[in-house]
């Protein structure tokens, strides 16, 4: 579809273009969460607003000032091994770079875990795959400060929807169940308005705020973090991590927006409005599975 028919009134933002980094893409890349990447581009497509999309494999450094939105799916804990060896060695210096001046950090359950500090979980014993010799901690490169522990029990799955609080999240103006996205929050203390994200979870790792750590969002439906703290995901600064797949963004376009808008340095009333009927639907779609 042109941009001139999704485009709604406000003027397009010429010669602006996101630039996105799409870490390991190859390997943290589990339920389609390309699917993000894919709106992304297809949002700022829509705007005429340019997107490069890059990838940083195994072994590839990382140039943190040539990025705006810095990206990483979701894993098996296999992949992750590999990865977090080569974010420590090659990545961690550039991507801390960046987040310190403000660039996007957005990472999806295994790349979630991967932005903390560790992740620990079973060591198989040498030769094989399976069962259980001991535990290994994989180091994260510790933008969020949170720590994650795969433990006996069962894996956290399910349809799950979340409250966040964010400042400048777009207005969405719909009625229904996505109207509450973008609703100003009452009282004197109120900076942010509140929305919910929608999507799906399904993670054996546990993950504990360390001190000061703020949550990206309080758990209506599903696990979260942990299945008992009622907290979902990790936010500081423009880094953030969240257990929700789905994949995230395609069922979550405000939230597509508030992360383009943040990257580009932007307020989130100053992207065009699009005719989000179709994602609107699938938002409350998405609502409707986590039961809210
Ligand atoms: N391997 C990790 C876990 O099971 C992350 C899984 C995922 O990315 N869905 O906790």
């Given amino acids: 579809m042109s941009a001139a028919r999704r485009s709604q009134g406000a003027a397009t933002i010429p010669a602006r273009v996101l630039r996105v980094c799409a870490l390991y893409p190859g390997l943290m890349n589990i339920y389609a969460d390309r699917g993000n990447l894919i709106v992304l ?13 890059a990838a940083s494999g195994l072994g590839e450094q990382l140039d943190g000032d040539a990025h705006d939105l810095f990206y990483i799916g979701g894993g098996q804990d296999r992949d992750q091994r590999l990865c977090a060896r080569d974010l420590i060695e090659t990545k961690r210096a550039g991507l801390c770079a960046a987040a310190a001046r403000g660039a996007v950090v957005l990472g999806i359950c295994g790349g979630y875990q991967l932005l903390g500090r560790s992740y620990t979980l079973p060591l198989p014993p040498a030769g094989t795959m399976r069962g259980r010799c001991g535990d290994d901690e994989i180091e994260g490169v510790g933008l969020l400060n949170v720590r994650t522990v795969r433990e ?27 109207g509450r996205a973008g609703q100003d929050l009452d009282g004197p203390t109120a900076r942010g308005r509140t929305a919910v994200l929608a999507g799906f979870e399904n993670h054996g790792g546990r993950t504990r705020l360390c001190e000061g750590q703020q949550p990206l969002g309080r758990v209506l439906k599903g696990h979260g973090n942990d299945g008992r703290s009622g907290l979902e995901g990790a936010r500081a600064g423009n880094t953030i991590g969240t257990y929700l797949h789905g994949p995230l963004l395609p069922k979550n376009v405000w939230f597509a927006d508030w992360l383009i808008a943040r990257a580009l340095g932007l307020a989130a009333d100053e992207l065009a409005p699009l005719d989000d009927a179709i994602e609107r639907q699938t938002h409350e779609s998405a609502l409707r599975a986590a039961g809210v």
């Avoid at 799950?160 to 169940?177: C, K, N, Q």
């Fill in 152 to 178: 006996d029990g069962p894996r956290l799955i399910g349809n799950v929807a979340i409250e966040v609080t964010l400042e400048d999240a777009p207005r969405v103006p719909a009625a229904g169940a996505s």
């Fill in 41 to 53: 581009e297809r949002r700022c497509a829509w705007r005429g607003i340019g997107f490069q999309l």
